[in-house]
């Protein structure tokens, strides 16, 4: 499930159905008193055939001319990363391109994150099975995007998710390990100040030889404020609230040579 609070106040509900992942199909509900009552669910795009539109794990973002952007894949025997687009508040959806990869052998990528720099120009940073991020970008709104390359940061085949702050920084939480289907012991923040292009040092949330930390959500909160959602050993969720400029302060910048 992901949950979108829309500039209106409205909060959505995405959520999955279906019996395997290949076969899921999209549904939304939405709420405008906080989540205490909530409108009939419907699929989002009635007969869809793809196997899941719109978000499939991270949140939508609300881009500068109002439309809806979400981050979407489909996990088929090949997997694919797109953005669906709304521009009538949720009602209807339009469908970009499939992201295509930079030239690496069977690299596959899924579950993208969001965020825009300036009006228009939009930008995803995406799992994959290559051992690291991969990122694309996008100079019209989302509805078409460049093939996808490194983003110079690791990455074991595990969820990832983003957000974005109104002084620009971005903080993102993944998995720091570097091989394909790799160890999820170690979950960390990284912070970029610079649309990222570069990133700090990794910021560790958890760290345990035996440990499984998994599928974070991060969230910007009113004023200085980062929140985390992530599970913990498949059978817990853990909450993390702190000031930004706290976390930034103690991780260091990594040189641009690297």
């Known amino acids: 499930p992901v949950l979108f609070r829309e500039r209106s106040g409205r909060i ?5 159905v279906g019996r395997t992942i290949k076969d899921w199909r999209t549904w939304r509900t939405t709420s405008d008193d906080e989540g205490v009552h909530w409108s009939a669910a419907a699929e989002l795009v009635p007969g869809d055939s793809e196997g899941g539109r719109g978000p499939v794990k991270n949140k939508p973002i609300e881009l500068s001319d109002g439309a809806i952007l979400a981050p979407a894949s489909v996990e088929r025997e090949q997997w694919r990363a797109f953005t669906d687009r709304s521009t009538d508040g949720g009602k209807s959806w339009q469908r970009s391109a499939t992201v295509e990869m930079e030239a690496e052998d069977g690299v596959q990528a899924i579950q993208p994150t969001l965020w825009e720099s300036a009006p228009g120009m939009v930008h995803m940073l995406l799992r994959t099975s290559a051992g690291k991020i991969f990122r694309s970008d996008s100079r019209d709104g989302g509805r078409s995007w460049c093939k996808a390359y490194p983003a110079g940061l690791p990455n074991n085949n595990s969820g990832i998710d983003l957000a974005k702050f109104p002084d ?3 903080a993102l939480c993944a998995n720091p390990a570097g091989t394909n289907w790799g160890p999820r012991n170690r ?3 990284f912070f970029s100040q610079d649309n990222g292009i570069h990133w700090s040092e990794p910021f560790d949330l958890e760290n345990e030889p035996d440990g499984e930390f998994s599928y974070p959500a991060v969230i910007a909160l009113p004023g200085d404020g980062l929140a985390v959602t992530y599970t913990w050993r498949r059978r817990g969720i853990v909450f993390f609230r702190a ?3 706290e976390l930034v302060r103690q991780t260091e910048p ?3 040579e690297a």
């Open 187 to 189: 979950l960390a923040l």
């Open 12 to 16: 959505a509900l995405f959520f999955k």
């Open 243 to 245: 000031a930004l400029d």
């Open 254 to 256: 990594v040189p641009a």
């Open 168 to 170: 620009g920084t971005l």
